[in-house]
């Protein structure tokens, strides 16, 4: 499914409420110290989980954000996962871990709540990247995560090989953690 719209499942959060930012961050761990009589391999780097910032916007009445304020709050506190469905395809088996808040109001008493939600990759039980050192995301199917809704798994290709599973390759098409939208 090819969408325009940026929507985060699961929750009761999205009623009237504007994406206003988006940041994705992806990183490896590398070793900090000599391995192997002092020399260093690649092939140590190990992925870590994606972690996603978004931002978003919300007016209304004092009553209808303090609502949504607690189930911001809710979703921070809860193991819940979500997905985060953005035009270029789907981020899955997300949690919310994180909530950063301003809060603005004007001269004519109008109110606008902008949370920024950070959220991180949970991957499941057996979860195992490729031996290709590339891979990974929460979409178990070998291919590194996400894949564009428009193109499918053609920027992606075969997972089992270091050449083809860049993990920069054409971002954000090809950001780990990412499914096609169905």
């Not at 899955?92 to 004519?108: F, K, Q, R, V």
């Amino acid at each position: 499914m090819e969408s325009d719209s940026w929507i985060i499942t699961n929750t009761n959060i999205m009623d009237r409420t504007a994406f206003l930012g988006f940041q994705y961050v992806e990183d490896a761990g590398v070793p900090e110290k000599a391995v192997e009589e002092g020399g260093f391999f690649s092939a140590n780097k190990w992925q870590m989980p994606y972690t996603i910032a978004v931002q978003l916007a919300k007016g209304g009445t004092a009553d209808e954000l303090s609502e949504f304020l607690a189930e911001l709050r809710r979703l921070v506190n809860s193991l819940e996962l979500v997905e985060l469905v953005i035009p270029a395809g789907v981020f899955t088996s997300a949690n919310i871990y994180g909530l950063s808040l301003d809060w603005n109001n004007d001269e004519h008493g109008a109110r606008l709540c902008v949370p920024t939600l950070m959220m991180k990759e949970i991957r499941p039980p057996g979860y195992t990247l490729s031996s290709g050192g590339g891979g990974g995301g929460a979409g178990l199917d070998g291919t590194g995560g996400m894949q564009n809704t428009s193109i499918g798994n053609s920027l992606v290709g075969d997972c089992n090989d270091s050449t083809s599973c860049g993990r920069l390759q054409a971002l954000p098409s090809t950001c780990p953690g990412m499914t096609e939208a169905a």
